[in-house]
T-cell receptor
C-alpha cells in the first residue's frame, strides 16, 4: 500500500520568507501526487497535482512543487510567504487503480509571522 | 453548481444514538467518498463508492454504514455513536470513468460536518 509522510506538523515563517513544506511518498511506480490546502473551518482545496507531464508543477496562489523520483519527494514551495497563506497543507497520493482512493499525509500547519 | 454539500454543519450526539450525515454533489461525479479528520492524523478514508449501487470500505469503516442509490447522494450512517467517533467528517467527489488513469482527477470536498459524541 502507498503511504505519504509529511515532515513537520508545524512550520513557522516570517512574512516574505521562503515557504518549504516537505512530502515524501512510498510507491513502487511513479504515482499521482497532490497538495491540498485547508483554511480554518473549511474543506480542502486543490493547490496543485503531479501527473507525470512535468516534474515542476505550478499551482494556485504562487505555490509550486517539484517531483523528484530519486528522493521519492514532492516538496511544496513558495518564494515569499503572505499572511493569507496561513493554513494546513496536506500532501496526498492516489492509488493507481480504479478505486481512486487518496492517501493523505498527516498535514503541516503553516504559521506566518508578521 | 453548488459543488459538494454536507448537512448538518454541526451535530452533538449521545453515546448509542444513531444519525445520518448527508452528502450531495451536482457535478455528476461517479466517485464519492467519506473521510474523517482527526488532529495529527490527516484524513482517513471511511467508505467510498465508484458509482450508484457500488460501495466499498476504506481504512476506518467500523461503526459506519453507507449506501449509494443515486449518483448525487452518498449518506453516511452512524449506527451507534461512540465518543471515538468525535471528529470532523468530509465528503468528497471525483470524476471517474473506471480507468486507473482517472486517479489524477481532482477530488472536490464539502465544507465538513463537526460531530461531537458525548
Amino acid at each position: 500500500a502507498q503511504s505519504v509522510t509529511q515532515l513537520g506538523s508545524h512550520v513557522s515563517v516570517s512574512e516574505g520568507a521562503l515557504v518549504l513544506l516537505r512530502c515524501n511518498y512510498s510507491s513502487s511506480v511513479p504515482p499521482y501526487l497532490f497538495w491540498y490546502v485547508q483554511y480554518p473551518n473549511q474543506g480542502l482545496q486543490l493547490l496543485l497535482k503531479y501527473t507525470s507531464a512535468a516534474t515542476l508543477v505550478k499551482g494556485i496562489n504562487g505555490f509550486e512543487a517539484e517531483f523528484k523520483k530519486s528522493e521519492t519527494s514532492f516538496h511544496l514551495t513558495k518564494p515569499s510567504a503572505h499572511m493569507s497563506d496561513a493554513a494546513e497543507y496536506f500532501c496526498a497520493v492516489s492509488e493507481m487503480d480504479s478505486s481512486y482512493k487518496l492517501i493523505f499525509g498527516s498535514g503541516t500547519r503553516l504559521l506566518v509571522r508578521p | 453548481n453548488a459543488g459538494v454539500t454536507q448537512t448538518p454543519k454541526f451535530q452533538v450526539l449521545k453515546t448509542g444514538q444513531s444519525m445520518t450525515l448527508q452528502c450531495a454533489q451536482d457535478m455528476n461525479h461517479e466517485y464519492m467518498s467519506w473521510y474523517r479528520q482527526d488532529p495529527g492524523m490527516g484524513l482517513r478514508l471511511i467508505h467510498y463508492s465508484v458509482g450508484a449501487g457500488i460501495t466499498d470500505q476504506g481504512e476506518v469503516p467500523n461503526g459506519y454504514n453507507v449506501s449509494r442509490s443515486t449518483t448525487e447522494d452518498f449518506p453516511l450512517r452512524l449506527l451507534s455513536a461512540a465518543p471515538s467517533q468525535t471528529s470532523v467528517y468530509f465528503c468528497a467527489s471525483r470524476r471517474g470513468d473506471g480507468r486507473a488513469e482517472s486517479s489524477y482527477n481532482e477530488q472536490f470536498f464539502g465544507p465538513g460536518t463537526r460531530l461531537t459524541v458525548l
